[in-house]
């Protein structure tokens, strides 16, 4: 499936630091530099604000959802090709799982990993198996990745669900893994590659 939408999460916190500004900025820039559109959750401030602003001024495509109590209090960043309002987060989850071919965390708020593992949790079934990247700069996830948890993850995340995160430090590398993604399945019943 070729990767026209990627959703982003991110801190939307305004008080986050510059460095994640920055980086989420790179990542929108990197979005539209390779024609693709940004789901997002309709951040117009910190890092979430940044990567909105990127994506529309390099005339790249941004579709929010936010949920109703969000749209009484946010701005409507001019530009959008869409927004949708949906009444809950559990719908707004859906909905961002309906619009992506993949999904990304950025470093930040604890927020945009609860997002990434709500969607991954909705890739279970087979029709609805979609990358979803960390974005491991500065090892913002090593920890997280590596704890003494394994033993957990490895009883209760199947090995197809494990097959559906990519991790990587470079957002360039990372969105290529995104583009290049098959089901885990899939994966499996191919053959070996030779070396």
Not at 60 to 84: F, H, K, M, N, Y
Not at 92 to 113: I, N
Not at 165 to 187: C, K, Q, S, W, Y
């Amino acid at each position: 499936m070729p990767l026209r939408r990627v959703c982003v999460f991110c801190d939307p916190d305004p008080n986050a630091g510059p460095e994640h500004r920055e980086l989420a900025a790179s990542v929108g820039w990197l979005l539209a530099d390779n024609g693709i559109t940004l789901v997002y959750a309709g951040e117009t401030r910190g890092a979430g604000g940044a990567l909105a602003e990127a994506v529309l001024g390099a005339g790249a495509g941004a579709i929010a959802v936010v949920t109703a109590s969000e749209a009484l209090d946010s701005e409507i960043p001019s530009g959008l090709s869409e927004r949708q309002v949906v009444a809950t987060i559990e719908e707004r989850h859906a909905a961002l799982a309906s619009l992506s071919d993949g999904f990304l965390a950025l470093p930040g708020a604890f927020g945009s990993l609860e997002e990434l593992v709500a969607v991954w949790s909705w890739g279970q079934p087979a029709d609805r198996e979609k990358p979803c990247g960390l974005l491991n700069r500065a090892d913002y996830y090593t920890k997280l990745l590596h704890s003494k948890n394994d033993d957990l993850i490895e009883r209760f995340v199947r090995e197809t669900q494990r097959g559906m995160v990519i991790v990587d430090r470079d957002p360039a590398v990372l969105l290529r893994g995104l583009a290049d993604f098959r089901p885990p399945e899939t994966r499996r019943s191919q053959p070996p590659e030779d070396s």
